[in-house]
């Protein structure tokens, strides 16, 4: 079994900075891509951002030049440092892991979510 425990998210007033984590344990082999996701109620799940094991990252256009995310193979984490935050990036986050376990199976895992908040 895999777990991703994320740690980071809080209250910020706009144009502030937050750093999210989200460490991976358990029976890992490989982990393939991570990423992160937000949602606010009654939207659908969102991805803000993601990066490849090799370290090629994507984001979505809301979030770009201000979201870094960014991974530790060798801890098996992954960050997003998020600047310039804008009420609107007001979400859950939750990171996502495309992961091998040591039975062989490749099977997605997500963190608890975390609450980000923007506001004055």
């Known amino acids: 079994q895999v777990q991703l425990v994320e740690s980071g998210g809080g209250l910020v007033q706009p144009g502030g900075s937050l750093r999210l984590s989200c460490a991976a344990s358990?029976?890992?082999?490989?982990?393939?891509?991570m990423g992160w996701y937000r949602q606010t109620p009654g939207k659908e799940r969102e991805l803000v951002a993601a990066?490849?094991?090799?370290?090629?990252?994507n984001y979505a256009d809301s979030v770009k030049d201000r979201f870094t995310i960014s991974r530790d193979n060798a801890k098996n984490t992954v960050y997003l440092q998020m600047n310039s935050l804008k009420p609107e990036d007001t979400a859950v986050y939750s990171c996502?892991?495309?992961?091998?376990?040591?039975?062989?199976?490749?099977?997605?895992?997500w963190g608890q979510g975390n609450q980000v908040t923007v506001s004055s």
């Open positions: 996502n892991a495309d992961v091998r376990g040591t039975n062989g199976w490749r099977k997605n895992y």
């Open positions: 358990g029976s890992i082999f490989s982990i393939y891509a």
């Open positions: 990066i490849t094991s090799g370290g090629s990252t």
